[in-house]
């Protein structure tokens, strides 16, 4: 906002040193457009990255050339659940976003 003020000739109370706005004019914007600073929900990573057919068909296609390449024998070969395993990372930052929308 600091930046689009002095390009474009605009009178502005910003802080000239920090060129930024403060806190009650981000208020007022959030204000006068229906916007809402809110913490999000957590969400799995394999979620957000798209877990679909495509991911899933490239990841056994990916185990398949490692089990050709290593030959791993049977008794090598673990199978884990995500029990103790966290992709959902635990602190996520505040985002803005339309009051009354579910994040």
């Known amino acids: 906002a600091f930046k689009f003020a ?3 000739n605009i009178q502005h109370r910003f802080n ?6 403060g806190p009650s004019w981000i208020k007022g914007f959030c204000h ?18 798209g877990f679909n057919k495509v991911q899933v068909n490239r990841f056994y296609e990916n185990l398949k050339i490692l089990y ?5 024998i049977a008794s090598s070969v673990y199978n884990m659940d995500e029990t103790g395993l966290s992709t959902v990372p635990n ?13």
């Open 68 to 72: 050709e390449k290593r030959k791993y």
């Open 32 to 49: 006068r457009h229906n916007i809402s600073l809110r913490q999000p929900e957590k969400c799995a990573m394999g979620r957000i990255m």
């Open 6 to 8: 002095q390009v474009n």
């Open 16 to 21: 000239k040193i920090t060129k930024m706005a």
């Open 91 to 103: 602190k996520l930052p505040k985002v803005l976003s339309s009051k009354g929308k579910k994040l």
